[in-house]
């Protein structure tokens, strides 16, 4: 299976690229995330202090997204890395039984 060698080294470079980016995605995500509470509490009449359990929530939603996303890639690049099961008598090669 040395065809898919290239495909391969492709993904390990996006996966280690994707945890190096990953502080830098999670700090910048978290700033937006929280000017945009910022604005909300300040526009709104809600209290003067932070919720914790609201930021908390954020911030595990933010990595949980960001995971989910980096799976979702590599499911897809892993579908499209495994053969199609092809029909053996179609290409008259014997049947294997007790495999």
């Keep these: 299976m040395r065809e ?17 980016m990953l502080g830098a995605l999670i700090v910048v995500l978290g700033w937006i995330g929280f000017s945009i509470y910022a604005v909300v509490k ?7 202090d932070a ?27 892993g579908r499209s890395m495994t053969p199609r099961k092809r029909d053996r008598a179609a290409f008259g090669e014997p049947e294997i039984h007790g495999l």
């Design 4 to 20: 898919f060698r290239g495909a391969a080294i492709g993904v390990a470079a996006a996966i280690v690229a994707f945890f190096v």
């Design 42 to 48: 300040w526009i709104g009449g809600a209290p003067k």
């Design 51 to 77: 919720n914790p359990v609201v930021i908390v929530l954020m911030l595990a939603g933010l990595v949980t997204l960001l995971t989910a996303s980096l799976l979702a890639l590599l499911a897809l690049v």
